[in-house]
């Protein structure tokens, strides 16, 4: 185990002295909540074409780096001293150049955050991985919120006068009483003449 001040310390001299144009970068540490007993992987992504990767774990509640291992391109692994070697794989994805570490077994004593350190050409960059905690429960979100509909204006309108409506039905109905009684008349009339005898209507046009 090695303090954490001082890994970082040692680490950040080694890149300096060793000519490396990158200092260890702070980015953002993503959380895993694998369940216990299970298997977890944690990736560590290359950009460019990386020689070999560095895995460090930081114990949770000790405040020490564990060196874990190193992979290269070929694959070839070497893991850190007090390692378990079965539990701890290192390897290279074969449709990448990266490379990732899987935790076989995972137990409560796995707490820690995951660091590796990318080596490409003497130049060395330190990304803080993930916050490994195995067994917990994620948070719960909060429930959204449905957003009340739109309360429809009431229009206070005023009513029409019905007074105009009963003028114009007054109006409408009589006129329409009287045009059906001069049509009774007109087929009354009609319907009478055409029962006369023939002469009656010759001599009924000749007094006229």
């Not at 970068?25 to 560590?44: A, F, K, Y």
Request: contains cysteine; hydrophobic residues 35%; glycine residues 4%.
């Amino acid at each position: 185990m090695i303090p954490l001040p001082l890994a970082w310390t040692l680490l950040t001299v080694s890149l300096w002295t060793s000519g490396s144009s990158q200092i260890p970068q702070q980015e953002m540490i993503n959380v895993l909540r694998p369940p216990i007993h299970s298997t977890e992987t944690i990736d560590c992504d290359c950009v460019d074409s990386c020689d070999t990767v560095y895995w460090f774990r930081t114990i949770s509640n000790h405040n020490k780096v564990q060196f874990l291992g190193k992979c290269n391109n070929a694959d070839s692994t070497q893991h850190g001293p007090d390692v378990d070697k079965a539990r701890f794989k290192l390897s290279r994805k074969t449709s990448s150049m990266s490379f990732m570490l899987r935790i076989i077994n995972v137990t409560e004593e796995d707490t820690g955050l995951y660091s590796c350190v990318l080596r490409v050409k003497k130049n060395d960059t330190w990304k803080p991985g993930f916050f490994l905690r195995p067994g917990e429960m994620p948070p719960t979100l909060a429930p959204k919120i449905k957003p009340k509909p739109p309360v429809k204006p009431v229009c206070h309108c005023p009513k029409k006068n019905s007074s105009k409506n009963g003028c114009g039905s007054l109006i409408l109905w009589p006129l329409v009483g009287l045009i059906a009684a001069l049509a009774v008349a007109l087929i009354c009339v009609l319907y009478y003449f055409s029962r006369l005898p023939k002469k009656c209507r010759h001599r009924f046009t000749r007094k006229r």
